[in-house]
């Protein structure tokens, strides 16, 4: 199983500040997403791009832990965004595309990174998919599986809130997002993808955001975003596995490994729990989301 890196925390920061994106790499998050879409005027939008292009090549951000969120497809930009990004003498490590609404939005970034792609030796742009309408959400399955390039899901609340017709009080009830997280965490799961958590919709470390937090680290998502430095050590800190999580998890890689080697078993009992590909599954995934000098 190729696991993607740690997404426990995924700090949103606007494309369009050079001092904001030069802080970034210092405030403790697993990926900087740098932001070329909401936090971007229209008429920054160039300059917005050619600035985070700039902070790439010049290792002013790190690029293995940077994403960066293009604009929407259909947009004037997003074309424009995935080109200087997929030629860029150092690329980010991915791009998140915003508001996928199908196959076809997925599609066109292939084609299109696949034609600037073949005129650099650079390892082929992962993609994360952000899941933020209605019609998105109803065809979270088929976009989970129309891309070899996708690697993430992200859950975006504030225009699927907008695109069903919510409430500003409906958007902040916890339990009525339960189908639409149990929806992109199933498609995830079942195209061996990352499942990523939006934003809280406030910018406080508070107790809303925190029991919003556990409510998804509890069902299964692999990190969240932030759009404050203050919620990255909470986030972190959630979606770290404890000490006895890790111990168990390495007990039951340990355990499947040795019975492949010595008599070819894919299924070993390991204090009294029968083991099989699916728990090693889920060994691995709690693995990934230890920090590097725990998984030693």
């Not at 791009?95 to 066109?108: C, N, R, S």
């Not at 992962?126 to 399955?141: D, F, H, M, N, W």
Request: a negative charge.
């Amino acid at each position: 199983m190729d696991l993607e890196p740690p997404r426990r925390s995924c700090l949103s920061v606007p494309g369009s500040s050079e001092k904001m994106v030069a802080k970034a790499p210092g405030l403790g998050a697993d990926e900087l997403v740098l932001d070329l879409e909401d936090a971007v005027a229209p008429a920054a939008k160039a300059q917005a791009r050619a600035l985070v292009v700039a902070a790439l090549a010049e290792g002013r951000v790190p690029a293995s832990r940077v994403a960066v969120r293009v604009n929407a497809p259909g947009s004037p930009w997003c074309h424009a965004d995935l080109i200087a990004l997929a030629s860029a003498p150092v690329p980010p490590a991915s791009v998140v595309l915003p508001k996928v609404e199908g196959t076809g939005d997925l599609a066109f970034a292939d084609r299109l990174l696949d034609g600037v792609e073949r005129g650099f030796a650079t390892r082929p742009l992962r993609v994360q998919a952000l899941i933020e309408t209605a019609l998105g959400l109803s065809r979270v399955l088929e976009i989970a599986a129309a891309s070899p390039r996708l690697v993430t899901l992200i859950l975006g609340y504030a225009d699927l809130g907008a695109s069903l017709g919510r409430s500003a009080e409906g958007a902040r009830d916890r339990d009525g997002w339960r189908p639409a997280q149990h929806a992109v965490l199933t498609a995830a799961r079942a195209a061996g993808l990352q499942a990523i958590d939006g934003p809280y919709l406030g910018t406080a470390p508070d107790e809303a955001f925190l029991a919003a937090t556990r409510q998804v680290r509890d069902a299964g998502f692999d990190g969240k975003w932030a759009i404050h430095p203050s919620q990255v050590p909470a986030l972190n800190e959630a979606f770290t596995p404890t000490g006895d999580e890790l111990e168990r998890a390495r007990a039951v890689v340990a355990a499947l490994d040795a019975a492949a080697r010595e008599d070819g078993a894919g299924a070993v009992a390991l204090d009294g729990e029968m083991l099989d590909e699916a728990v090693r599954v889920a060994a691995l995934r709690t693995l990934a989301r230890a920090p590097q000098e725990a998984t030693a």
